[in-house]
């Protein structure tokens, strides 16, 4: 599914033990919580014109959903360096790219540290209330630390950290304060009409599920938005429709836990679960050295 070949040498800016590790190694947080952010993301009319004039989005979407995955794998699973070369390469990309919103005439960098806190916060918001709402248990520490370690994760996209949220009480109050810049474009309503109903290969669409799949998934996505979001797009922002997602997430994340592992995890993944568990038993042979010389 993957074509990255990932050599380690640590297990990367966050660690086994973190929060972050939970969460983006089950793949119904990531499939579904990606896309949220993403349509999340498209409210921002500034990070939607960026996105509009400079992205190849239209031209590869598969390709471009795959490198946005690759990213967030890199980022959580790979070795420092790897994870901050992946960074590096991403704030290239950004250099330098600059236009104007065309709804507001208002002027934008794509680098500028306010658009790029904004990615961040719908990215780190999206994965956290897909993840507490289907099922892993995630206790209000949890959250918060979740919250917290993704401050490296903005930092080195080129946030000042003192801006990041660190906390999910600060997190809420920063969408709270941004509200007021959020609109639905046209651009962003194209956003989502292509998130929601991408281009497929007619071979694909008659003779795969990949049609009815990826429709269930993206209106699954829709429905985690928060209220204002689905208002802002014009959908009905039912109570109704928070209750019956919260258990639709959990049964598609147990369906997603049956698939095989080369389909649930990115190999960066798997590569740092097998050092894990190199590491686990270099320690427990250790410890068993230990008692025989005694």
Do not use: K
């Amino acid at each position: 599914m993957h074509t990255l070949q990932p050599r380690f040498t640590d297990t990367g800016l966050f660690g086994p033990d973190s929060v972050t590790w939970r969460l983006h190694g089950d793949p119904a947080v990531m499939w579904v919580g990606g896309l949220r952010a993403l349509l999340l993301q498209a409210l921002h009319p500034l990070a939607m014109a960026g996105v509009d004039q400079h992205s190849d989005f239209r031209d590869d979407p598969w390709g471009r959903l795959q490198r946005t995955g690759d990213y967030v794998a890199t980022l959580t699973f790979a070795d420092r360096p790897t994870a901050r070369r992946a960074a590096a390469a991403v704030r290239r990309a950004h250099h330098g790219l600059a236009g104007i919103e065309p709804e507001s005439g208002r002027p934008y960098r794509v680098s500028d540290p306010d658009l790029l806190l904004w990615v961040h916060c719908c990215e780190v918001d999206s994965f956290l209330s897909v993840a507490r709402r289907s099922g892993p248990a995630l206790s209000d520490g949890d959250a918060d630390r979740y919250v917290a370690e993704q401050v490296v994760a903005a930092r080195l996209v080129g946030v000042p950290p003192q801006r990041v949220p660190d906390s999910a009480a600060a997190l809420e109050d920063y969408f709270h304060t941004v509200r007021t810049e959020l609109r639905c474009t046209a651009a962003a309503r194209r956003a989502a009409l292509f998130l929601l109903w991408p281009p497929m290969a007619t071979t694909v669409q008659l003779l795969t599920p990949a049609r009815p799949a990826w429709t269930a998934l993206a209106t699954l996505a829709v429905a985690t938005l928060p209220r204002w979001a689905r208002t802002l797009y014009g959908l009905p922002a039912l109570r109704t429709t928070d209750w019956s997602t919260t258990p639709t997430l959990y049964g598609f994340r147990l369906l997603g836990q049956t698939l095989p592992d080369s389909w649930r995890h990115h190999p960066y993944h798997v590569r740092a679960l097998e050092q894990c568990r190199i590491r686990q038993r270099e320690e427990e042979a250790g410890v068993v050295r230990s008692h025989a010389r005694r």
